[in-house]
């Protein structure tokens, strides 16, 4: 299996932006795992008193190890619990996934938690990509809207719009049903990108893969898929992913 790479977000409590902090490289079948943070660790530090972590104590480290770092292992459901199948499904895997391939898609969130997990956004030969995530914000649409977000079915299309003067973070990429409904929004650290397959010619679709029930929490309730193409552009490209340690 090649190398993964994963990016770490930390959430600043006060005004509860987003920043992409560090980059995990992971080689599951070579036992070798490298993180190092980027340069959004500096300016969450700047904008809102990031300090580096106990098991990475320094911005400029260059970390080495043949296992999974405990701040990401943590996050990686056991392999004897007995609801692990279960959790499994409710992500969309299959049993024998990875803790990799596991945290891509949950993104390693936990009760009170001011981290998460995103992959590496790739972009094929052709120039498409495809990705996905479940609908962040729930929490912060009617509850006509959360409704109608237990009622969608697999495969069933959503739209994606942009919305450009969000409160919170300016640019937010919405997800909309068919039948409009705004049930909640993109991953904060993916609006960028995706919004560079919306202009300056859409060509992007979305659908629902999986919708889980309760007591699957509201930020692990609709999986989403969306797919479309870069004309020209690199995702995670810009200063804030750029690694501090060459």
Known sequence: MSAKTLFLAWQDQDKRRWFPVGRLDADVAGADYRFRYIHGALQAQADAGFAPLPEFPAFAGDYRSDQLFALFRNRVIASGRPDRETYLQCLGLSADADPVAILSVSGGRRATDIFEVFPKLRKRADGRFSCRFFVHGARHVPAVSRERMVRLSPEEPVYVTLELTNPATGLAVQIQTGDYHMIGWAPRYLARDLAAAMVPVPDYAANVV??????????????????????????????DFKVLAA
Do not use: C, F, T
């Open 210 to 239: 999986r919708v889980n029930p309760e007591p699957a929490p509201w930020s692990q309730r609709v999986l989403i898929e969306m797919r479309g193409s870069w004309n020209g552009h690199k995702p995670m490209s810009g200063d």
